[in-house]
């Protein structure tokens, strides 16, 4: 059951980030929207492309007045693990998102398996794109770590939003 819906309130959350700072959703929202990128940690190869190429594509995202962070449930060791062998120097990196947390942004969890690279326990990618006002407008909530959705596309619907004042979509949804 989806705790999320297309323009109501998305919760409130403050994770640490790999800079020493902190992201604290409400204060940190982006001028038009805020894209919130979770990844599944350092173990995930393809989480590694994609948190790369987000980097590279950081400035398009400002020119459009998208604040962007890339978080995952990894410890601060493992996390910055991925900011060095990622060469991650430009884009926000929160880490220590709680399962609990998660959860509530309606992110499915996974188990390590056992003998692999795995933490114990970590989410599933997803994304989540926020208005100013703090409420939801695009979400991208994935059961496995393959076909994510492309970021330039996702540019191209960020401009098509701005320029036609299009309304989030799925707001009859309801939770049941």
Known sequence: MPKLLPAKTVPEFTVPLIDGGKFQLS??????FTLL???RGAHCPIC?????????????????????V??????KERAQKSADEWEIDELLLGYGLSEELARNLDLYISSGRPGSKEPKTFSEPGMLLIKP??????????SMPFTRPPFDQLLQGIDYALENAYPARGELAKSR
């Open 70 to 75: 890339a978080i995952s449930m990894d410890d």
């Open 27 to 32: 204060q940190r929202l982006g001028d038009n």
């Open 37 to 39: 990128l979770f990844y």
């Open 48 to 68: 590694k492309m994609q948190v790369r190429e987000l980097q590279r594509k950081v400035d398009d995202f400002a020119k459009r007045g998208v604040t962007v």
């Open 133 to 142: 006002d703090q409420t939801l407008y695009f979400a991208s909530i994935q």
